[in-house]
């Protein structure tokens, strides 16, 4: 299976908001309650490439399968070597290899850019994302419980980080 992997273009917007919106609609990791628009999601990611951010999609047979990105964690300054990123694969393609494609290439952008650590904020219930994130030697770090509430009932978001040696 031949996987692309590269920068995000204005193209890209439909494939990572379809895969935004299934997660929105059948997941909890996302905490919003109401699909994105075309233009809500191409300004976010526009927002990222302005401040130099990376986005970058995986692409198989034209079609995007996958896409990872960073951006701040918090919006003070001293919080600038920090930052939080998401990895999300079309629900098709999961276990294929494509998110560690794509987060080892987020790790490696992140320590290009001379950051420091990077964390995830995953969902208590998403184990997969867990267990996933721990293969790159992310740590639970904090778990920030009955943070979120959606399908009727409360959620736990756990902190993952990865510091750079
Ligand atoms: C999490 C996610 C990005 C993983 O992507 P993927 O392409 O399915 O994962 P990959 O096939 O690249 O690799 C998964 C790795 O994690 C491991 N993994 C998956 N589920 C696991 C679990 N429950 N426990 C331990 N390891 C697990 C796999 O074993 C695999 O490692 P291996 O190849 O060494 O066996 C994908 O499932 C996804 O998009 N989920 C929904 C969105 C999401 O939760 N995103 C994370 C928010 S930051």
Redesign the pocket.
């Known amino acids: 299976m031949k996987i692309i992997q590269r920068p995000y273009q204005t193209k890209d917007t439909q494939g990572i908001l379809d895969i935004i919106n299934y997660?929105i609609l059948n997941?909890t990791?996302l905490y919003d309650y109401n699909t994105r628009s075309y233009e809500q999601q191409k300004t976010i990611l526009e927002d990222k490439i302005s401040k130099n951010f990376p986005v970058i999609v995986a692409e198989y047979d034209g079609k995007v399968v996958?896409f990872g990105m960073y951006g701040e964690f918090r919006f003070k300054e001293a919080y600038k070597f920090t930052v939080e990123h998401?990895?999300?694969?079309s629900n098709d393609?999961?276990?294929?290899?494509?998110?560690?494609l794509l987060l080892a290439e987020l790790i490696q952008l992140a320590k290009k850019q001379n950051l420091h650590t990077m964390i995830?904020v995953?969902d208590a219930e998403?184990?997969?994302?867990v267990?996933?994130h721990?293969?790159f030697g992310f740590k639970t770090v904090g778990i920030i419980k009955e943070s979120g509430y959606k399908f009727d009932r409360w959620l736990h978001s756990v902190f993952m980080q990865l510091i750079f040696e």
């Open positions: 997660n997941s990791s996958g998401s990895v999300y694969v393609y999961h276990g294929k290899g494509i998110g560690k995830a995953i998403n184990q997969s994302s267990g996933f721990e293969k």
